[in-house]
């Protein structure tokens, strides 16, 4: 059940948008070793946003996912920032990464929980 949430002050179009959550999509599916059928995506773009008190283009994303552990973190937070370089033209030190993995008791789905 992975929920990535990315929000950008970028600004994109909605074509270039459908095609960075099919992308982005795989790449985290890849990343954690999960069926891509399981993992969500928001892009939120244009968003009013500063990073240490400019706004030239930054992201925040958040990462929630069923069994995260802290050790897969490092490795996630470079494919994720390479991807958001790449992909959005921001730079990895104006990137935030809120990485959990909440218990699978908390987290619901088709009426019930995981």
């Not at 982005?24 to 993992?39: D, Q, R």
């Not at 929630?64 to 030190?93: F, I, M, P, R, Y």
Request: with cysteine; charged share 15%.
């Amino acid at each position: 059940m992975p929920y990535l949430n990315i929000q950008t002050n970028q600004e994109l179009g909605k074509e270039e948008q459908k095609n960075m959550l099919t992308d982005v999509s795989a790449t985290v599916a890849n990343a954690l070793g999960k069926p891509e059928s399981y993992v969500m995506v928001a892009l939120q773009t244009g968003i009013p946003m500063t990073f240490a008190g400019e706004t030239a283009p930054a992201a925040y994303l958040q990462l929630k996912s069923l069994g995260l552990q802290e050790s897969q973190t490092a490795a996630l937070s470079s494919t994720l920032c390479q991807w958001v370089e790449e992909n959005l033209g921001v730079s990895s030190d104006r990137v935030y990464i809120e990485f959990s993995g909440p218990p699978r008791k908390m987290w619901g789905w088709q009426g019930g929980t995981f």
